[in-house]
């Protein structure tokens, strides 16, 4: 490396279908100052956020051309002379985003909605790369016995189920706990984390063929539907009084059968929404039921370090798909539309 150097890297330089994404040669990071980190990137993983950059859903501070992907993980090749918790040679796994640490929002624990961060893969440096700069706090150091395909997920996949059911959900033993998109990246770690929680976990699938997946991570029962099918009535049969908590990765699609099926003083909690279109409900539906409605954004450094203790300790299981070459982007996005992964689809470089 050195200055001036190319990494091969997956560029974005236009919205448009998953061909749009090429690898390239692309400049190497330069050597980290301050508190900054430089990784070798082992692995990065394929989120539905990805998708919605690349196809123009999602356009909020997206800056083209960029290198995709906000799960990184890897190897520590140097750490700026502010570095204090990463050292070389560390593995790491990132959050989300690198923010200021200094406002009151990131003192507050609420640092994804820091206003002077810089969200991996929109810009700041992308996760689908050989090499990556990310400033120190969005790292955590990842023990060796932990695969790095398996650590890039841990903040996004695993992290904001976490984040979503237990914190802003606040899943209690023996509550009911629905998990929509519950075979995708993050439904089946949801599911674990309900479980995890003390939960009766019912996953919501419109894959049949994920059901034993979904069963393997926890769920007691594994509802299937078409897409397009109003299916409250099929939740009622397998859960009479409804759920106490909706950990809802999928939006609009699912909202109005989902949300008839809240129980009283129910927790219906939005952590994904695959498409731009609304949703409309009556708001006697809440207050004649003393529900709620919450929002559920990604997960914190500090949740991420908790995060890599539980699956260290094996009380998380992460589900990788599989593992794909930079080049194969374009497929791995497919697969993802698709929703023929199980699980995580990770690229290597
Ligand atoms: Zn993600
Ligand atoms: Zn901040």
Same mark, same amino acid.
């Given at each position: 490396?050195? %200055?001036?150097?190319?990494?091969?890297?997956?560029?974005?330089?236009?919205?448009g279908?998953?061909?749009?994404?090429?690898?390239?040669?692309?400049?190497?990071?330069?050597?980290?100052?301050?508190?900054? #980190?430089?990784?070798?990137?082992?692995?990065?993983?394929?989120?539905?956020?990805?998708?919605l950059?690349?196809?123009?859903?999602?356009?909020?501070?997206v800056?083209?051309?960029?290198?995709? +992907?906000?799960?990184?993980?890897?190897?520590?090749?140097? #750490?700026?002379?502010?570095a204090?918790?990463?050292?070389?040679?560390?593995?790491?796994?990132?959050?989300?985003?690198?923010?200021?640490?200094?406002?009151?929002?990131?003192?507050?624990?609420?640092?994804?909605?820091c206003?002077?961060?810089?969200?991996? +893969?929109?810009?700041?440096? *992308?996760?689908?790369?050989?090499?990556?700069?990310?400033?120190?706090?969005? &790292?955590?150091? !990842?023990?060796?016995?932990?695969?790095?395909?398996?650590?890039?997920? &841990?903040?996004?996949? #695993?992290?904001?189920?976490?984040?979503?059911?237990?914190?802003?959900?606040?899943?209690?033993? *023996?509550?009911?706990? &629905?998990?929509?998109?519950?075979?995708?990246?993050?439904?089946?770690?949801? !599911?674990?984390?309900?479980?995890?929680?003390?939960?009766?976990?019912? +996953?919501?699938?419109?894959t049949?063929?994920?059901?034993?997946?979904?069963?393997?991570?926890?769920?007691?029962?594994?509802?299937?539907?078409?897409?397009?099918?109003?299916?409250?009535?099929?939740?009622?049969?397998?859960?009479?009084? *409804?759920?106490d908590?909706?950990?809802?990765? !999928?939006?609009?699609?699912?909202?109005?059968?989902?949300?008839?099926?809240?129980?009283?003083?129910?927790r219906?909690?939005?952590?994904?929404?695959?498409?731009?279109?609304?949703?409309?409900?009556?708001?006697?539906?809440?207050? &004649?039921?003393?529900?709620?409605?919450?929002?559920?954004?990604?997960?914190?450094?500090?949740?991420?370090?908790?995060?890599?203790? %539980?699956?260290?300790?094996?009380?998380?299981?992460? !589900?990788?798909?599989?593992?794909?070459?930079?080049?194969?982007?374009? %497929?791995?996005?497919?697969?993802?539309?698709?929703?023929?992964?199980?699980?995580?689809?990770?690229?290597?470089?």
């Amino acid at each position: 490396m050195g %200055m001036g150097s190319t990494m091969r890297a997956v560029v974005q330089r236009s919205i448009g279908a998953p061909e749009v994404l090429k690898v390239e040669s692309w400049p190497t990071p330069s050597q980290p100052r301050g508190d900054e #980190v430089l990784i070798r990137i082992r692995a990065g993983g394929v989120c539905y956020h990805d998708l919605l950059v690349r196809d123009g859903t999602y356009r909020h501070l997206v800056e083209l051309p960029l290198v995709p +992907g906000h799960e990184i993980a890897g190897d520590v090749l140097a #750490v700026g002379e502010g570095a204090t918790r990463i050292k070389v040679r560390d593995q790491v796994a990132s959050t989300n985003r690198e923010t200021c640490g200094q406002c009151d929002l990131c003192r507050t624990g609420q640092e994804g909605l820091c206003t002077n961060q810089r969200f991996f +893969g929109h810009n700041g440096p *992308g996760g689908y790369a050989e090499f990556a700069v990310t400033r120190e706090n969005a &790292l955590s150091v !990842v023990p060796r016995s932990i695969p790095p395909e398996v650590a890039c997920v &841990l903040s996004c996949a #695993v992290g904001t189920e976490l984040h979503g059911i237990r914190d802003i959900g606040q899943t209690k033993a *023996g509550d009911t706990v &629905l998990v929509t998109g519950s075979g995708g990246g993050l439904g089946v770690h949801g !599911v674990q984390v309900a479980k995890l929680c003390g939960a009766f976990v019912v +996953g919501l699938t419109t894959t049949a063929a994920k059901a034993s997946v979904i069963r393997s991570a926890g769920a007691d029962e594994v509802v299937v539907v078409e897409r397009g099918e109003r299916f409250d009535k099929k939740l009622r049969e397998v859960v009479p009084g *409804g759920f106490d908590v909706i950990c809802d990765n !999928v939006g609009q699609p699912v909202f109005d059968s989902c949300f008839r099926t809240l129980a009283i003083g129910g927790r219906y909690v939005f952590i994904g929404q695959l498409n731009d279109r609304s949703i409309s409900f009556n708001p006697a539906w809440l207050l &004649l039921r003393n529900t709620r409605l919450l929002g559920s954004n990604s997960s914190t450094r500090r949740e991420l370090d908790e995060v890599v203790r %539980m699956v260290d300790r094996g009380l998380i299981k992460p !589900v990788i798909d599989r593992t794909m070459a930079l080049e194969d982007a374009p %497929m791995a996005h497919r697969r993802v539309m698709t929703a023929e992964a199980t699980g995580r689809v990770v690229l290597t470089p």
